[in-house]
């Protein structure tokens, strides 16, 4: 088996410099005398790095596209990818890498850690080996376990855009509160077959989309909004998607200025969806007399939906589709790759 390590940087690939104490990243040499049992497995791993190598806080969908092309690029060549990223926007570029793909029919596993590399108590080492055998593993039909983009951490896997960052301390820093984990890790790594996606078709090529439209917003609802705190968002010059987080099972303030500023947004052109604050659980539009008014303005349902995959999925539709938005609202609407569940 052949798995190909991208490392693009955060903690996992930081050291702590003798002489100063502070933590930097590693370089290849230093990352790969850490963890020598990646190369002492069965499995045969090379690793590509990112250069230089980035906190995830400055990854942006320039740096999706860069991940999405050395899998593109390495694609036959290789049985597995496994993607190194610091674990604070993990959950973004896993969500987004899972929609720029069609057919995909091999593993991507992203992992990070929550310690460094290169200190003894260190969780790198265990999310990396583990990640590795996951991406390499495959039936006695030729078949891999987890054709999937995937999120590995702390003895869960996961589908990548079900994730969310949820603790910036303990090891176990995701979650996929609306879809349990396809495989968890202990002496044994026991896979949820039934759970676990089949989205692409081998038989067909691989397809890389890469065109992303970053003009989209984040409206996280409170109570005691403004107008013209709404009004600045949704008449942001040039914006064409909005993430609108909403209360409950998807309600919003009664107000008759907010009904007419998200109807003439949606008039104007703009795609809203409603996508709820709470972790667990769906938007159900229209189930209380509270979000009656957002079917009414057009905005759409994100059924259970993350934040992180709904803001990459708009903005990979709205860049693919720039002219159609009919489009981008019926893909909207609709799973591509198991990111919601809407029955
Ligand atoms: N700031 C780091 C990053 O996301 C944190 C981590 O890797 O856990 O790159």
């Avoid at 570029?93 to 929609?99: G, I, Q, T, V, W």
């Avoid at 996961?158 to 960052?165: A, H, L, Q």
């Avoid at 591509?336 to 809407?342: K, S």
Wanted: net charge negative.
């Amino acid at each position: 088996m052949k798995v190909l390590v991208i490392l693009t940087g955060g903690t996992i690939s930081m050291v702590r410099n003798a002489q100063t104490g502070a933590l930097q990243p590693a370089d290849l040499h230093t990352f790969k005398a850490f963890v020598p049992e990646m190369f002492a497995s069965e499995t045969q791993v090379n690793m590509i790095p990112f250069d230089p190598l980035l906190d995830s806080s400055d990854l942006n969908p320039d740096s999706w596209r860069q991940m999405a092309q050395i899998v593109y690029d390495h694609y036959e060549q290789y049985d597995g990818f496994v993607i190194l990223h610091g674990t604070d926007t993990m959950s973004y570029s896993a969500s987004a890498l899972s929609f720029m793909f069609d057919n995909l029919s091999k593993p991507i596993v992203f992992t990070g850690s929550q310690l460094p590399i290169g200190m003894l108590r260190s969780d790198a080492k265990e999310n990396l080996l583990t990640s590795i055998e996951i991406a390499a593993a495959y039936d006695q039909e030729g078949k891999p376990f987890v054709p999937e983009v995937c999120l590995y951490m702390d003895g869960s896997l996961y589908r990548g855009n079900r994730t969310t960052k949820r603790n910036a301390e303990h090891f176990s820093a995701f979650n996929s509160y609306n879809y349990p984990a396809l495989a968890r890790a202990g002496v044994h790594i026991t896979y949820n077959k039934a759970l676990i996606g089949n989205y692409g078709n081998a038989c067909h090529p691989l397809k890389l989309k890469t065109n992303f439209d970053t003009r989209v917003a984040i409206l996280k609802l409170f109570p005691g909004i403004t107008e013209p705190v709404v009004a600045s968002i949704l008449d942001s010059p040039g914006l064409r998607g909005v993430v609108l987080e909403t209360f409950g099972a998807g309600n919003a303030p009664s107000h008759e200025w907010l009904y007419r500023r998200l109807y003439n947004a949606v008039e104007k052109g703009l795609v809203i969806v409603n996508k709820t604050q709470c972790n667990t659980g769906s938007v159900a539009m229209g189930h209380y007399a509270v979000s009656m008014n957002l079917l009414k303005a057009g905005v759409l349902s994100g059924y259970d939906i993350t934040t992180e995959a709904l803001l990459t999925k708009m903005m990979l539709l709205l860049g693919e589709f720039p002219n159609d938005n009919k489009k981008v609202k019926e893909l909207l609407l609709m799973p591509l790759c198991g990111e919601f569940t809407n029955e």
